[in-house]
């Protein structure tokens, strides 16, 4: 099976930073898309930043400039570096995995992780 564990998240105060980040184990062969979406209550989810495996990136126009993915392709990780935090950016991040090819597995699968809380008080 494969995993995305998340870690990273906390209370920060306005203006402030932090950086998140989430590493997938399992039996992959290869991800092509890696990111973080965010949640909350009351709100659908909702994307935030992801980078394919061609270096192709895509952020939330509400992050452009505050926010930068980055992946470590080997190591199978995706980090999110977010500056200039707003009490609005605070959510539940979640981690997100698209395009996962198992070994031994001719389907493509998408993969989340359990979320991580960023709180950014005013």
């Known amino acids: 099976q494969v995993q995305l564990v998340e870690s990273g998240g906390g209370l920060v105060q306005n203006g402030g930073s932090l950086t998140l980040s989430c590493v997938a184990s399992?039996?992959?062969?290869?991800?092509?898309?890696m990111g973080w979406y965010r949640q909350v209550p009351g709100k659908e989810r909702e994307l935030v930043a992801l980078?394919?495996?061609?270096?192709?990136?895509t952020y939330a126009d509400s992050v452009k400039g505050r926010f930068t993915i980055s992946r470590d392709f080997p190591k199978k990780t995706v980090d999110l570096q977010m500056t200039s935090l707003h009490p609005e950016d605070t959510a539940v991040y979640y981690c997100?995995?698209?395009?996962?090819?198992?070994?031994?597995?001719?389907?493509?699968?998408?993969?989340w992780g359990q979320g991580t809380q960023v709180t950014v008080s005013s």
């Open positions: 399992g039996s992959i062969f290869t991800i092509d898309t």
């Open positions: 980078l394919t495996l061609n270096e192709t990136t």
């Open positions: 997100y995995a698209g395009g996962v090819k198992k070994f031994f597995d001719l389907q493509t699968h998408d993969f």
